[in-house]
């Protein structure tokens, strides 16, 4: 099956820095890549995804990377700001119209300094 | 923005207990799904449930496990005589339809600790 592994666990950066969050993935056939935010005491919500056909997205402070011949993708968060200090979730999906079912990385806690 | 909400937030039981959790979806939303996270692990898939029946579900999900939407809002995650192993947060998800363009909502979580 999918493993998903992800970089680094914790990461501390100051106000106003980048941030960049590396994931790896097994599964070749993995097609859909989304990035989840979990902030403490809430559930985790969707900040940016990527399918395969494209390389980079970008929204805003937030881009997400994909090199599907290497097998892994990245979250880049520009100019940090204290409200980004959260657990960030990578995952994967396989094309399917079943339904999402997703194999997560193991997070990463990301700490903003003001 | 709607919401998953997610009940209890904590449950705390002791083994070979029958526990009952519950979600209610987001609306609209057709798909639900229960993810879960034992403390210092990855969150893990464990079922999808569309049209009143089980679309996918993990190994983990076995005959201990099992799901409904008994009077068509509540979504349920039963855990018929719960392990110590158990013990982990229970996310509900849903999504309006089953394809990528249709992301997932998770619940806040219920914290289940088997005793």
């Known amino acids: 099956g999918e493993n998903v592994e992800q970089h680094p666990s914790t990461l501390s950066v100051q106000e106003g820095d980048s941030a960049v969050i590396k994931c790896t993935y097994s599964?070749?056939?993995?097609?859909?890549f989304p990035w989840y935010k979990q902030e403490l005491g809430k559930g985790s919500q969707l900040i940016i995804d990527i399918r395969s056909n494209v390389g980079e997205k970008k929204d805003q402070r937030i881009a997400v990377t994909l090199n599907k011949t290497a097998k892994h993708f990245s979250l880049h968060i520009t100019e940090t700001q204290p409200e980004d200090s959260a657990v960030y979730f990578c995952a994967t999906a396989r094309a399917n119209n079943a339904g999402n079912m997703l194999t997560f990385g193991g997070g990463t806690r990301l700490m903003v300094k003001p | 923005e709607p919401e998953v909400t997610q009940t209890p937030s904590h449950q705390v039981t002791q083994m070979g207990q029958e526990v009952i959790l519950r979600c209610v979806p987001i609306s609209n939303h057709l798909y639900f799904y229960w993810y879960r996270q034992i403390l210092g692990q990855k969150v893990e898939f464990l079922v999808s449930?569309?049209?009143?029946?089980?679309?996918?579900k993990s190994e983990i999900f076995d005959d201990q496990f099992s799901v409904e939407r008994p009077d068509g809002s509540n979504f349920t995650l039963k855990i018929r005589s719960t392990k110590l192993e158990d013990s982990a947060m229970y996310f509900c998800?849903?999504?309006?339809?089953?394809?990528?363009?249709?992301?997932?909502?998770f619940g806040n979580g219920t914290r289940l600790t088997v005793t």
């Open positions: 998800a849903t999504s309006r339809t089953g394809s990528h363009n249709s992301p997932l909502h």
């Open positions: 599964d070749s056939a993995s097609n859909y």
């Open positions: 449930f569309y049209n009143n029946e089980i679309s996918e």
